[in-house]
Each structure stands twice: as C-alpha cells, then as structure tokens.
C-alpha cells in the first residue's frame, strides 16, 4: 500500500461522470496549474449520458462519440485519470481519501461528483431477474443490447422521460412497447396536465400501448428466473420479454453522509457549490443547492446544472468566488419530437399554451406566475425557445393573449 | 489533421488540433477553448457553441440547417451573418485553418 504524504495541493474529484469531466476542464481553464486527480467507479473514460436513451440505445451513436472530451485531453491536461476506481471513504480530518484497494490520496480541495444510481423497484425476485433493466450507466445498455430487437415486448415501469425516451427508441427499432405508470398521467412531476396529453397522443400515434393510473403489484417469472409478465392491479398481465423500470434517480450521498457533512436530498452545498467543510465541494445530480428563483434548496438532474456547478466550483477552488446564477433547462427527443424547457415550473398559477397540443408537433407551453413568466417547455420550435429564454431569463410580465397570438412573434413581446 | 483557429474576444490566438470529421465544437472542447460551453454536446439544443465563421472562410461552409438559424436567435451575443453554432461545422481537409471569433459575452 502506498500511503501519499499529507501536505499537498491536489484536488481529489470523485465521480467521473458529466460534472466531474466538466470540472477537472473548467479547473484548468480556470489557470489551476497543480495536481488533480479524478477518480470514478466506472471504466473507461467520462461519458455523456443523454445519448444512452438515444441515439446510443438506437444505435445511431457509439460509445465513443459519448466522450464529455477526447480521451488525450486528460493526458494534455496532465490529469490523473482513476477509472473503474472506487472511493470507498473521506477523511475530512487527515484530508484524504481512501481507495477501494487501500490507497489514500491526500487532498487540499475534494469535489464530490457522485451523481446518482437508479431507483430500483422493491419487489422480490427482480434483482436477480437477468431481463429486468435500469438504464443510468453504459453498462445498463450493453446488458439490456441483445434483447432491445424488433419483435421483443418491451414492458416500461415509469412514464418519465428516461422511460419514454426508451419507449421512443424501441418504436423505432420496432420493439412491442407498453408504459405503465402509476399517476393519473405521463411526466407528472415534471410538466403541465396538456404536455403531458401531447406526449401520450404522440406515443400513441407511434403505436406505444400508454397506460396511465395502473398500478403494478408483481412480476411472474419463468422458470430461468427472468420475468415473463408484469401483473397490474386490475388483474391484468402484459407479457414482456424485458423490462425497463424508469422510476427515478436516487442522489449518491454516502460518502458525504459518512463524512459528516449534510445532506438533505443531495449534498447540502451552498451557492458556489461548497460544502461547510471548506475544503469539500460538491456539483451535480448528487447536490441540493440554494433555489435562486424560487427560495429554498433544489436537486436538479441535467447537464446544463451539472456543467454549470462544474464552472462555478472550479471558480470557487481557484479563489474566485462566481455563484450559480444560470436559469435551469433541460431538453428531450423522443421520435422527431424535441423538447426544449426553460426555467423551472414548479409553483405556477396558470399555463398558457402557444398553438396547440391536440394536433401536430409543435406548441409552446408558458408557465406564469403571478403573472410573470417563470418557465417554458417549446416542442419543435427552436426559435419560440430561444425567445422563451429570453422571456424567462427577463422574467417578463406578458398578457396570456399576446403568448397565445400565433400571428406574433415571441421576438416582439421581449 | 485540419487545424481550427480560435480568436477570443481579445485577440489572442489558439490553434487547436482536431481529427477529420470531427466538429469545430469538438476541437474546441478537446483543446479548453474557452468560451465554448457546448452545454448539450453538439445536439443543436443549446446553443452555447456560438462563434463567428472569418469571413475568408464562410464561403466555405455548406448553409445553416433550419434548426441552426432558428437556434442562433438564442444565443447571447447578437447574430450577425457570420453567426455559426460550431457544432454543426463537421471539419475537413478543406476547412484546415479555418478561423473561428469567440463571442465575448459567452462564458
Ligand atoms: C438515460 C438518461 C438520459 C438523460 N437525458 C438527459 C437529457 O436529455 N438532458 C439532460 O440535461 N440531462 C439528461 N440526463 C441527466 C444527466 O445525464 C445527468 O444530470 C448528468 O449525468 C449528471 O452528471 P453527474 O456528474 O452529476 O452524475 P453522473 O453523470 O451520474 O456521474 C457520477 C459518476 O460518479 C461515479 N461515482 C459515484 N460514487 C463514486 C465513488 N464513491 N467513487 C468513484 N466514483 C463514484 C459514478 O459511477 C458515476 O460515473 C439523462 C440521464 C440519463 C441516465
Ligand atoms: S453544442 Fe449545443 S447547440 Fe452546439
């Protein structure tokens, strides 16, 4: 075992993911010259996610047009790049960390990038069930590859946008798809009662067998311990030869945890991402931080955060303090259907809808508050998005009629 | 190998490598441009990978897609004809030095 001498300057990031490959870049763009370490539990080199219910599950993608950056820019960066290296504890004290293997590696900055594991589906039985599938790491993709074909049934526990996203994909590849979601509809949490009826009209023109308000009490298995149908509480089976459950994210926080450092749905982090430990930081899905918008605390699941907290502590590392002030946004493609959101709904006292969501695939939902508009979800209208932004980022007091009048541009009412 | 040139907002100048058939984003990102956020990883959703083509090379390039010109509405820096959004520039022997302003309002 190798035991690192304790004065250092190194910055120790865990998690290779999105936010941690955004800040060891942002870190050296920032001018820090010293040592930085990443290290995370996956192989390979840090990956975008988005394209895993995408173009990559869809085959349009390959793994390596998933790089955040190009492999040799670790090695240009002189970053020390730990992969398929887990840390397993924090020493806040001695200011270390310790390794799967034993080593520890000493730190004057440590930036906890932990992000987050798939919710799994409490039921006996499906952890061992080789056809039951979670969909966060590429490792998710290969395991589920050689039964994502066409002809397969495709059962899809969760109508978020991971679970529709792979519904979407496996119409394409010409899978026999079913969603089942336990809320009265689609993208609940997330979106108004009207996008949520665009999304079912629009998978069910795509052939997707939608079920909202069902649900699920158990699994039948077959005899090699996969599951061969998922049983809904009206009695009824729907066979499926796999299984995608899409049930949400659970944030990464043990190691925090461990370390005494709050945690309360996330990292407890304050607006330049730090910890109350000044010497830890935390950036990404796996933070709960200050709600510039809206007061209180938030966890945010995108990459735009991710990227975002990822500059604002490589600033804070680097001794110039630069709070996270973006406005949130998020995008998703399911068929030709590209959704763009801005701001975040959460709280709005009317939604206005720009075109219309019963036909077609292309409409703008504004989301007011107070009368002020506070978030947007544009489908298929970059432009009505880039103006949605701008109305977001201004927080402009626009009349509902003028939001709805087709026949004048968003680009008027800024 | 084509080269891309960067020119911030200051003047200075960064050349960066970038492998045929990669994006002018893609070099960009792979060299630490500043400025070249490229939040959603060249999906043409973000908008964040603004730059302005020199005008020597702009003849050079096929059109903007529909989707780029709506997008390059939202960008920070106001569009001008020579507005881009980098990822869509797939790079080339054709397009090696091409030089490419970074805009100043975009972090
Ligand atoms: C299928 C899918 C589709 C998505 N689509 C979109 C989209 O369209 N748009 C969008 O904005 N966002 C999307 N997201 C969300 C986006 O991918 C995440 O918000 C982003 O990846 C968060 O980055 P992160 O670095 O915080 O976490 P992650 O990317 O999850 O990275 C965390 C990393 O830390 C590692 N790690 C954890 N604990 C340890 C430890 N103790 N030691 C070492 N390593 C550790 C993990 O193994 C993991 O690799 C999608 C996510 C998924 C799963
Ligand atoms: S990188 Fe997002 S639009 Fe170019």
Not at chain 1, 48 to 75: F, H, N, V
Not at chain 1, 151 to 166: D, F, I, P
Request: charged share 20%; hydrophobic share 40%.
């Amino acid at each position: 075992m190798h035991i690192e001498p304790t004065a250092t300057d190194r910055i120790v990031v865990v998690g290779g993911g999105q936010a941690g490959a955004d800040f060891v870049a942002a870190l050296r763009m920032a001018g820090h010259q010293g040592p930085v370490t990443l290290v995370g539990a996956e192989p390979g080199y840090p990956y975008a996610r988005p394209p895993l219910s995408k173009a990559y599950l869809s085959g349009k993608a390959t793994a390596e047009d998933l790089y955040i950056r190009p492999p040799a820019m670790y090695e240009q960066q002189g970053i020390d790049l730990r992969t398929g290296t887990r840390v397993t504890a924090i020493d806040r004290t001695a200011r270390h960390v310790v390794l799967a293997d034993g080593e520890r590696l000493s730190y004057a900055h440590l930036v906890l990038a932990t992000g987050g594991r798939a919710r799994r589906l409490p039921a006996p039985g499906l952890d061992a069930a080789p056809n039951v599938h979670y969909l966060r790491t590429l490792a998710d993709v290969a395991a589920m590859r050689h039964r994502f074909v066409p002809g397969a049934r495709l059962a899809v526990v969760g109508g978020g946008y991971v679970g529709l996203e792979v519904a979407a994909v496996a119409r394409q590849v010409g899978l026999d798809v079913t969603v089942l979601e336990a809320l009265p509809r689609v993208l609940a949490r997330v979106t108004a009662p009207q996008v949520s009826a665009f999304y079912q009209r629009v998978h069910t023109e795509e052939g997707v067998d939608i079920r909202v308000d069902t649900a699920v009490t158990g699994f039948a298995f077959a005899s090699d311990g996969s599951v061969a149908a998922v049983e809904l509480k009206s009695g009824e089976r729907i066979d499926a030869d796999l299984v995608l459950v899409g049930i949400g994210l659970v944030p990464d926080t043990e190691l925090a945890e461990q370390a005494g450092l709050a945690v309360d749905n996330g990292i407890v982090v304050d607006e330049y991402c730090r910890t109350e430990d000044p010497a830890v930081l935390a950036i990404g899905d796996c933070t709960s931080h200050p709600c510039g918008e809206h007061g209180g605390r938030r966890r945010l699941e995108s990459v735009p955060n991710a990227s975002e907290q990822a500059r604002v502590a490589a600033a804070t590392v680097t001794g110039s303090l630069q709070p996270y002030t973006a406005i949130p946004w998020f995008w998703s493609d399911q068929y030709d259907v590209k959704l763009q959101t801005t701001g975040l709904s959460t709280g709005y006292d009317e939604v206005v809808i720009r075109g219309t969501t019963e036909t077609g695939r292309s409409f703008a939902a504004f989301y007011l508050k107070d009368g002020l508009v506070r978030a947007a979800d544009v489908v298929c209208s970059p432009r009505d998005f880039t103006a949605a932004r701008k109305l977001v980022a201004a927080r402009a007091r626009v009349a509902p009629e003028a939001l709805r009048d087709l026949s004048v541009p968003l680009k008027q009412l800024l | 190998m084509p080269r891309v040139v960067f020119v911030r907002p200051d003047g200075t100048k960064q050349e960066a490598d970038a492998s045929d058939g990669a994006s002018v984003m893609q070099a960009a990102t792979a060299n630490l441009v500043p400025g070249i956020v490229a939040e959603c990883g060249g999906e043409l959703s973000c908008a964040t990978c603004h730059v302005f083509v020199d005008e020597q090379w702009l003849g050079a390039l096929p059109a903007r897609s529909e989707d780029e010109e709506e997008m390059l509405e939202a960008t920070s820096e106001e569009p001008t004809d020579a507005s881009r959004l980098c990822c869509q520039i797939t790079l080339d022997a054709s397009l090696d030095g091409i030089v490419v302003h970074i805009p100043k309002t975009q972090k």
